[in-house]
């Protein structure tokens, strides 16, 4: 599973950047088509859900999701065998 | 077999100001309401007049988008007509505290088998940042230039006192206890009434020193009080801090309550 903000319905409160335990999301800092600075994901692929969704069957922590109040954020199937860049924290 | 299946995906974005914390309390009422395994057919969403009434016409089921301060009054009509309806109400605190007090007192009394879902942003948002019964005194508004003098309602302790079954506070911060507390609420028999607290950057936030969203949501988290710690205080004979909000779930009972569908009615 894949983070991703919806680029169409962000409306750059930054709520996100508040909200997420792993601090995945960042303030933006630039200005997309519709004048919103959306916010960067800072290496999505720690969020507890992307890891461990399908391994428990159901959805885990969705925080950010619930907070979002204009419904941007959401997960998107990956690709079989997607490369994947691999985050190690000590 | 998320909030998402619930919202007219064909309506969003929705019109609610960059940072309203409406958005959340919609999502978090959605998914507990997802969670129950309700039929979208059997559910019923209505609402008053206001931003946060606004709500409903962004659910898929079929809703009533009524008059300022009339949606208990309508949800009633509904619930009496077809206590086979799970019935869920979005209001506001001028919708339900202004307007609309009375209906909200006596639906209380009557304790009507009703979810009510109060987002309570403190200020008329719609009409551009009037005073409502709840902005807290010393609080800038348009109506209030020199600071809010009257004391605010406290709608939890109104419900509590007005004979609710089930009644709960949280916050657009705290996210998960809201959904568990409207989850609760909707398996409730009689009146459940969740107050959320939330920021209208627009009107409240922009004239009481918020800068930006994210300083209203620190201040809402600091200003929280959870009710097992506020009872802990009291025991302990402790003044409880009055611009504090007591959060958790506030009361939880069984009077009688009508508009429950027969089969299920107590003999
Ligand atoms: C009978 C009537 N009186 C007044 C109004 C104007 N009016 C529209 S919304 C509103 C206040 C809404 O406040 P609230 O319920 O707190 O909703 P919010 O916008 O803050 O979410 C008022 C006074 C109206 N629409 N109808
Ligand atoms: S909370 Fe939602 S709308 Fe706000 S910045 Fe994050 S993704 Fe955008
Ligand atoms: S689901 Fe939780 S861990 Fe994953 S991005 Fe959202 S807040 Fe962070
Ligand atoms: S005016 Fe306030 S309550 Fe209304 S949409 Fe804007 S922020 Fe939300
Ligand atoms: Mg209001």
Known sequence: MKLAIDETRCKGC?????VCPYRIFKEGKHPNRRGIV????????????????????????????????????????????EPHKVAIEY | MSFNEWLRQDRLPHI????????????????AVDSMGWKKEDTVF?????????????????????????????????KMARPDLHVVVFTGDGDLAAIGGNHFI???????????VCMNNQIYGMTGGQGSPTTPRGCLSTTTPYGC???????????????????ARWTSYHVKELERAVKTGLETPGLSFIEALVQCPT??????????????????????????????????????????????????????????PKKEAAP
């Open chain 2, 203 to 260: 009107n409240f936030g922009r004239r009481n020193k918020f800068k930006k969203v994210a300083d209203q949501i620190e201040y809402i988290k600091a200003h929280s009080l959870l009710k097992a710690k506020r009872d802990r205080m009291l025991e302990q004979g402790e003044p409880i801090p009055e611009d504090m909000y007591v959060v958790g779930e506030l009361m939880k009972r069984s009077r009688p309550a009508m508009g429950i």
């Open chain 2, 106 to 116: 006596h639906a209380c009394r009557r304790n009507i088998d009703l979810t009510v």
């Open chain 1, 14 to 18: 930054n709520l996100c950047t508040q």
């Open chain 1, 38 to 81: 959306v916010p960067e994901l800072d290496r999505p692929e720690r969020c507890t859900n992307c890891r461990l969704r399908h391994l428990y069957g159901r959805q885990l922590c969705g925080v950010c999701q619930l907070t979002c109040p204009d419904q941007a954020i959401h997960w998107v199937e990956e690709e079989p065998y």
């Open chain 2, 16 to 31: 609610y100001c960059a940072g309203c914390g409406n958005g959340t309390i919609i999502n978090c009422t959605l998914a």
């Open chain 2, 149 to 167: 003098t009257e004391p605010a309602f406290d709608l939890s302790e109104l419900a509590i006192a007005a004979g609710a079954n089930f009644v």
């Open chain 2, 46 to 78: 209505v609402s008053g007049i206001g931003c946060s009434s606004r709500a409903p016409g962004y659910i898929v089921t079929d809703s009533l988008h009524t008059t300022h301060g009339r949606a208990l009054a309508f949800a009633t009509g509904v």
